[in-house]
């Protein structure tokens, strides 16, 4: 009797196994899809897509990543968790003080915007670095705007004077990455 129990048990094992194996392998599926001038506008301008966008089951199937950096988003794959992120802002890594970056906080006092760079009254606490008030900007400066719990970039155009910020400036002493938060 114990001999059957325990080969009823390796049998109960071993089919879940096999079931379990059934449902983790992925499905591919042949679909007939319609390849035609699919045109992508975001506020007004063509977009150029990497892959052509194409037609299934009447809705458009177009790639992620064009989509979304045509709308100045941003999108990370992550490949372990099967997973698509996607935000409609661009971030920055934050300050890295282990390659001699810095956080400063302070207040814009002048903005120079022909030759990109931004005067400001630093803002002391007993852990700042004293900077040069004039700091010159990186020409691919990420500038984010934040508000509660929503994020949006700016230009630097859009930066005004008296505008409280947070800076990282990198260790060639440029600001790689500004925050606003009003």
């Known amino acids: 009797m114990k001999n059957k129990n325990k080969i009823l048990i390796?049998?109960?094992?071993f089919l879940l196994m096999l079931s379990g194996a059934s449902f983790a392998q992925e499905i591919t599926k042949n679909i007939e899809v319609?390849?035609?001038n699919v045109i992508i506008e975001v506020n007004g301008n063509k977009l150029e897509v990497e892959d052509k966008?194409?037609?299934y089951k009447n809705r458009i199937y177009a790639p992620v990543r064009d989509?979304?950096?045509g709308i100045n988003g941003e999108?990370?794959?992550n490949e372990e968790e099967n997973k698509v992120k996607i935000s409609n802002y661009k971030d920055f890594p934050e300050c890295d003080y282990l390659e001699g970056e810095q956080f400063i906080y302070g207040l814009i006092t002048n903005i120079n915007y022909d030759k990109?760079?931004?005067?400001?009254?630093q803002h002391l606490d007993d852990n700042s670095p004293t900077i040069n008030p004039v700091l010159e900007i990186e020409r691919d400066v990420v500038i984010?705007?934040?508000r509660n719990d929503k994020k949006m970039n700016l230009e630097v155009e859009d930066l005004k004077i008296g505008e409280d910020?947070?800076?990282?400036?990198?260790?060639e002493n440029r600001v790689r990455g500004i925050i606003l938060s009003k």
Do not use: S, Y
């Open 67 to 69: 989509i979304v950096e």
């Open 10 to 13: 390796f049998a109960i094992i």
């Open 53 to 55: 966008p194409f037609v």
């Open 116 to 121: 990109e760079t931004i005067e400001i009254e």
């Open 34 to 36: 319609l390849f035609t």
């Open 144 to 146: 984010i705007l934040q």
């Open 165 to 171: 910020v947070g800076l990282v400036i990198n260790n």
């Open 75 to 77: 999108v990370n794959w």
